[in-house]
């Protein structure tokens, strides 16, 4: 048959070990319980390009929450969905794997009834964005690795094109248009010609701006997370998503340069940045409606419905951009311990914020150096070593070691021995026993 092939010396070259061990016993378990079950989506689309993809989504034709419910007793956890009839298996070691019944409600498009597999699965591929991610492979026992594909998701693949399965795919799913910008900055695809012209007309009809801020937070958190988050940015103004999904905002050339040097320091300082994994789109987010009017920015902030403390977050680094510069820029020295106690009440986003929203590159050089060596500087001495020199346990200890720390950070002492004489000096054990 022209649409499937045998991919099972793939799968056995390139899956770990883990991967094929729970594709195997799931595909035996289907096979027990006279279901088939596929493996689907970005996972098959990553195994044909050769990329590591841990995130396993099983399509099951019959009745998924039957066979989701079967691994409780193999010590899993499971969670379904009984309206949805989905669900996750979570195998131990807390690896999940979501598992679908292959759907055909909501849209009941005239695609023609395939041989192989039972229909239920086309249509579910059907529903899909893009041909790429539109391919499954079959793990039952006796149909191991034979590779799906009805829309030339292969064919795509090969020509590096992102191709979209109808000509309605961006009016059923509107947030489509982002992960098409996301993946194809991630996969270096271009668009199908098609697809582009769709992409446009979805903008140009307004049906990102009927999006919910929710699902809007969540792309777009997912396209700062990216990589390589200056690319898309730039293709996003360049098709005017973003005045598409936000009335008002202005996204101009000071917001890109921002976003490029956000871009630059996280890949460059990689390394030495402190964790900020979680939040780090949130700069992103603040670079992009940096240059918009005041009650653009909150209608902005307003309708993504970010957490209280998001929030804070981004409209202090909007808010206090000049406040930081005053602090910590200008020509005369500034002492690392003048920085740090600035800096230290900012959260480590905005500050990264700020070092690329400035102007000024000594505000800009000491946030980095704030970044990637002040805030990790902490005294040698811990508190069970304070005790153990005789000063008692309590608040006291919490100020002598936050004392002694900005006194390294003026350089005032180095070695174990340096601060166990600098407390001794400064914190004489006889006035505390006097008083
Ligand atoms: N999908 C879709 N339309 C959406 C979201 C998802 O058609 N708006 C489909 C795609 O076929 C996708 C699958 O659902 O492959 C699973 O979604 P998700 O896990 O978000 O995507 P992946 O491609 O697996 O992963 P990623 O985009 O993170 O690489």
Known sequence: LPWTEDVSQLMAQRLSPWITQTLRRLGRRAEEMSLKAYVVGGFVRDLLLGKENQDLDIVIEGDALAFIKSWETDGCKV?????YKTGTIVFPGDKKVDVATARREFYEYPVALPKVAGDSLKHDLYRRDFTVNSMAISINRTSWGTLIDYFGGRRDLQSRQLRVLHNLSFVEDPTRVLRGLRLKQRLGFEFEDNTFRLI?????????????????????????????????????????IFEALFSGIKVDRNCIRIVRRLSFFLRRLRYDLPDIEEDVW????????????????????????????NREIVEKALDDLGTAENAIGGKGMRSYEEIYLFLRDAPYVTALFWAAATQQWRVRRRILLYLTRLHRVNPILMGRDLVELGYPKG??????LEELLLARLRGEVETREDEIKWVKNNYPLYVLKKG
């Not at 958190?221 to 990589?227: A, C, Q, R």
């Not at 949130?282 to 403390?309: C, Y």
């Not at 608040?395 to 002598?400: A, D, N």
């Open 200 to 240: 446009k007309s979805a903008v140009k009809g307004g049906l990102l701006g009927l999006l919910s801020g929710t699902r809007v937070k969540n792309e777009l958190k997912l396209i700062f997370m990216e990589e390589k988050v200056y690319p898309i940015v730039l293709e996003m103004v360049r098709l005017n």
């Open 395 to 400: 608040p006291l200890i919490g100020k002598i």
């Open 282 to 309: 949130l700069a992103f987010l603040a670079a992009v409606i940096f240059s918009s009017a005041d009650w653009v920015q909150h209608a902005t902030l307003d309708k993504l419905h970010l957490s209280k403390s």
């Open 79 to 83: 969670a379904v969905h009984e309206r």
